[in-house]
């Protein structure tokens, strides 16, 4: 059933995909329609994958990696899709589409079969802490998505070289990437607080030098240095290339959580 | 009966000089009379005069033969008002598809001076109007100028022949909104007083540019500038000073020398804290430093850089036009489709050929379970079966072969939906 599931929405995906790459090759507004419906269409299933999971494993299953790809790739593509209602960008979409993909793909991947959290982590504060922290991580990707695209935009005018399709300008891109950057920002302030609550409740100490929360304060500290920097004039290239470090350093330790570094505390 | 064919007789930029078209244009106020003379042609069912400055056409619809055309050429050939001039040469005449083809690429500019401009789609919106209105057209021509309408939609959306820009000034704006969100409420600073810089001002404030500052050498000539363009004249030794207010710097003066610099920008930059800058160069030799270009969130283009945008985009246009191509030829089809469906006589055939079908597949089966009926009683039953069926079909068939041209596509489509008879694609 599982199976059949990540089948047919990687199938969609792969759809979509394609179908928003077309769009923006040819320009062809068919294939920006087929592109959305079968995006939406992934999107509800996945939804449905979502709460099947939920209902069968309870909160623990918040913990694993598979988990957690397939949960960041349902934001991802849900974020995008409510974006899409405000500002159609289809360049985004050509690559918050591959994205999700590949992420539906990995957690196929990496799944494990044990699909349990310790116990001691099955408390109150773990739905606390992986809502807010997932949803900022799903709006850092879609802000490195922008980023992509702001760079892309920056070098064609640098260079005077024009693509055959026309991006969207650099003032919207980078509006959008500074929405997307503060939004996240206050969701991931969030969830490292709350994280480091669930800490203390499971291990009964607030930090402890693992990875995960070195790089996420690192990440945080970048992001906070990012938003204040913006008022003295980093904006644009610096604040795109900066949104697209932060995000590595947040890839970087979402795994270093889920491959069991030496330290053992890993969730997976 | 026969079947009805689209005409359009006519000439254009392609086949007739300016003086050829000027003598052979209507005056607006004619357009009406033109249309119903036109519509009382012989043989003539429908007709619409489409009259602009590169072009003048008729687009008609008809049941008769190539005679139908001569008419309608000998009517422009009378409206031709110069002395003896012989318009023959100079008229085309495109039947069916052919014609249906043309008045498709005309709305979609494919057919215009300047491919992709997008002013003769309103146009033809405006002539057809005009002869709707005085009656003159009917079902044909409401289907084909409104698919006219769609396909040039299509070819609009689906392909980017009217989306890049040609000139160098239409570069600059086109540039301009890759950078900036939207031009409504920027300012721009315009420094020297040359025509090319002047065009670009011009073609930024009509995209939405809301404040022009004017500086040159000359204080006076910028004033003149100013008045010409309601802008704000500023000294040029105090326009560095004005510089941070500035979203896009226009440089058009005959210098010899940098007039901005490097340092200048620089400094700018930091006020507007990082916003972006667009630069752009339109003297010849260039009076901004090139150097400017490397600096961050500035892009700095000069006359070469814009003429190369507006080369490439012209290249642009010829292949989007060739995409425009394939969709107007899927358009023909599915259109001519229609129009041949428009004869009455195979939606009669296919409407009786069903009946009978039903009828004897039918009569079949009772007869099957009747085994004992002698041939006399098998003719009656068939005689009593035929009969009813043509007292049922008689009224609608009648009515299907009704003149009048409107009620007919009405009950054409009726009847082809009710009977379900096979479905013209109407795509």
Known sequence: MELLFFALSLGLYLVAAAAFIGHITTGRVLAHRVALVALTAAFALDTFGVVLRLSSVGLGALGTFHDQLSLLAWLIVGLYLGLQWRAPLAVLGALVTPLAFLLTLSSYIVFSGADRLPAELDTAWLPAHVAPAFLGYAIFALASCVSLVYLLQERQLKAKRRGRFRLPSLETLDDLNYRCVAWGFALFTIGIVTGSLLAKAAWGTFWSWEPVQVLSVLAWLLYAGLLQARSIGWRGRRAATLTLVGFALLVVSLISLNIGLPHGRSFG | ?427
């Open chain 2, 1 to 427: 009966m026969n079947q009805p064919d689209v005409l359009i007789v006519g000439l254009s930029h392609r086949t007739a000089s300016l003086d050829v078209r000027e003598a052979v244009a209507f005056a607006d106020d004619q357009i009406d009379d033109v249309n119903r003379q036109l519509r009382a042609l012989d043989g003539v069912d429908e007709a619409a005069v489409v009259c602009t400055c590169n072009r003048v056409e008729v687009v008609s619809s008809t049941r008769e033969g190539p005679q139908v055309a001569e008419r309608i050429a000998a009517f422009l050939r009378r409206a031709d008002s110069g002395p003896g001039a012989d318009l023959a040469p100079h008229l085309y005449q495109y039947w069916g598809r052919d014609a249906v083809r043309h008045l498709f690429r005309v709305a979609s500019s494919l057919d215009s001076m300047v491919v992709g401009e997008p002013q003769i789609l309103g146009q033809l919106k405006q002539f057809y109007t005009r002869a709707a209105g005085v009656g003159t057209t009917g079902a044909v021509l409401h289907r084909w100028f409104h698919k006219a309408f769609s396909v040039a939609k299509r070819v609009r959306t689906e392909t980017g022949i009217a989306g890049r820009a040609v000139s160098v000034s239409s570069a600059a704006v086109e540039l301009a909104t890759d950078i900036f969100d939207h031009l409504a409420g920027k300012t721009a600073m315009l420094i020297g007083t040359g025509k090319m810089g002047a065009l670009a001002a011009r073609h930024l404030m009509a995209n939405g540019v809301g404040n022009l500052i004017a500086t040159n050498r000359t204080f006076e000539r910028a004033v003149d500038v100013a008045r010409e363009f309601k802008a704000t004249p500023v000294p040029f030794e105090q326009f560095p000073k004005y510089l941070p207010m500035a979203d896009i710097v226009i440089g058009s003066a005959a210098a010899g020398e940098f007039v901005l610099g490097e340092a200048q920008v620089q400094e700018a930059l930091r006020e507007r804290k990082g916003r972006p800058m667009f630069c752009i160069d339109l003297s010849v030799p260039r009076s901004f430093d090139p150097r400017i270009n490397a600096l961050d969130n500035v892009y700095l283009y000069d006359m070469d850089d814009l003429s190369k945008v507006a080369a490439d985009n012209l290249g642009e246009r010829a292949r989007e036009a060739e995409k425009a191509e394939t969709i107007v030829v899927e358009e023909v089809e599915s259109f001519y489709r229609w129009l041949g469906h428009l004869e009455v006589v195979p939606t009669i055939v296919a409407l009786r050929d069903k009946v009978e079908a039903i009828r004897r597949g039918e009569l079949q089966k009772t007869l099957n379970q009747l085994k004992d009926l002698g041939p006399r009683e098998r003719e009656l039953l068939d005689v009593m079966t035929t009969a009813i069926v043509n007292k049922i079909l008689h009224a609608p068939i009648a009515r299907l072969k009704q003149q009048d041209r409107r009620a007919e596509t009405f009950y054409l489509d009726a009847a082809r939906r009710l009977f379900d008879l096979e479905e013209p694609d109407e795509s």
